[in-house]
Nanobody
Framework: QVQLVESGGGLVQAGGSLRLSCAVSGRSISSYVMGWFRQAPGKEREFVASISYSGSTTAYADSVKGRFTISRDNAKNTVYLQMNSLKPADTAVYYC????????????WGQGTQVTVSS
């Protein structure tokens, strides 16, 4: 059974930083594109960032480009999201997800970690 467990969320002031981690167990992440998504209260879940199998290719939502950095350590089976210059608009539950080669869908999801940015 594949499990994704996010950590690192919390309360931070605007302009501050947080680093989210997503530890994966049950399967190697080396064959998965990994992504971060977020969902704010009353809004739909949205894409934040993704990273290719090797880590050589990344993609970001326009709203976080230049402030957030996604990375992965396949040896540790962990994905990270470094978030700098945080804004109140970044307040949301952040989810880690894995996209398999076979389905090309994000099949695996974590339970989420809350990030709250105060003004």
């Amino acid at each position: 059974q594949v499990q994704l467990v996010e950590s690192g969320g919390g309360l931070v002031q605007a302009g501050g930083s947080l680093r989210l981690s997503c530890a994966v167990s049950g399967r190697s992440i080396s064959s998965y594109v990994m992504g971060w998504f977020r969902q704010a209260p009353g809004k739909e879940r949205e894409f934040v960032a993704s990273i290719s199998y090797s880590g050589s290719t990344t993609a970001y939502a326009d709203s976080v480009k230049g402030r957030f950095t996604i990375s992965r350590d396949n040896a540790k089976n962990t994905v990270y999201l470094q978030m700098n210059s945080l804004k109140p608009a970044d307040t949301a539950v952040y989810y880690c997800a894995g996209r398999s080669l076979v389905t090309n869908q994000y099949d695996y999801w974590g339970q989420g970690t809350q990030v709250t940015v105060s003004s």
